[in-house]
């Protein structure tokens, strides 16, 4: 999430890199289809791979697993670990290990339009499951209708409208956006407003200090 980093070895290649993290998301793969997906200009793709392999095994034996037809790596990674945290509803965990969008940082590897559209539909996926999560758990703070509970709300709506890597907010979720942030009257109520208005989309704005009754409409 965020960056490309191999924690506990000084190791930098990003194709070699953006493999494990590949096939720490996708699990074992064929030999054959990663060659083809990660160098698939080259004149050898299955040499390319192995030469990705014979580095990785020389930072650590363990890194990566390959046969004669399959490859596959045990490692942990904080994509994964991020996907099992939202699965399990424990948000704290995810904000932990939510570093950034996911491979922002990935700028000098070579990759086939496959391979980067991969990358972006991943990235895309994990911030709008991230951004799902803190709507639905603003919408529970604002039901309590406390006014602790609607700053609440309102901080949480927040970081999910601040949230990098998403795919552009619907209008219903810029609907639900204005209602969380302006009943709590949070300067980001504005901003909202103005992206809704760009859209064609006609917003009144709650009363400072109101919760939100959201779903009513």
């Given at each position: 999430m965020g960056c490309l980093e191999l924690i506990g070895h000084a190791f930098g290649r990003e194709k070699p890199l953006l493999l494990l993290a590949y096939l720490a998301l996708r699990g074992e793969q064929p030999r054959r289809d990663?060659?083809?997906?990660?160098?698939?200009?080259?004149?050898?793709?299955?040499?390319?791979?192995?030469v990705a392999v014979a580095q990785l095994r020389k930072t650590s034996p363990t890194l990566i697993v390959a046969t004669e037809s399959r490859v596959s790596t045990l490692l942990a990674c904080d994509a994964a670990q991020f996907q099992a945290a939202l699965h399990a509803l424990d948000l704290a965990a995810a904000a932990d290990l939510y570093g950034g969008p996911f491979l922002?940082?990935?700028?000098?590897?070579?990759?086939?339009?496959?391979?980067?559209?991969?990358v972006l539909e991943t990235r895309e996926a994990l911030a709008?499951?991230?951004?799902?999560?803190?709507?639905?758990?603003?919408?529970?703070q604002a039901r309590t209708q406390g006014a602790d509970d609607v700053q609440a709300a309102a901080h949480t709506a927040a970081t999910a409208y601040a949230l990098a890597g998403a795919?552009?907010?619907?209008?219903?979720?810029?609907?639900?956006?204005?209602?969380?942030?302006?009943?709590?009257?949070?300067?980001?109520?504005?901003?909202?407003?103005?992206?809704?208005?760009?859209?064609g989309l006609k917003l009144s704005l709650p009363e400072p200090g109101a919760a939100p009754l959201l779903g009513r409409r």
């Open positions: 990663v060659a083809q997906l990660f160098w698939p200009s080259a004149a050898n793709p299955m040499n390319s791979l192995s922002l940082g990935l700028g000098h590897a070579e990759l086939s339009g496959e391979l980067e559209e991969w709008d499951a991230y951004r799902h999560a803190l709507l639905t758990h603003a919408r529970r795919t552009p907010l619907a209008p219903e979720q810029l609907r639900e956006l204005h209602a969380l942030l302006g009943g709590a009257a949070h300067p980001d109520a504005a901003r909202v407003a103005q992206e809704a208005q760009g859209l």
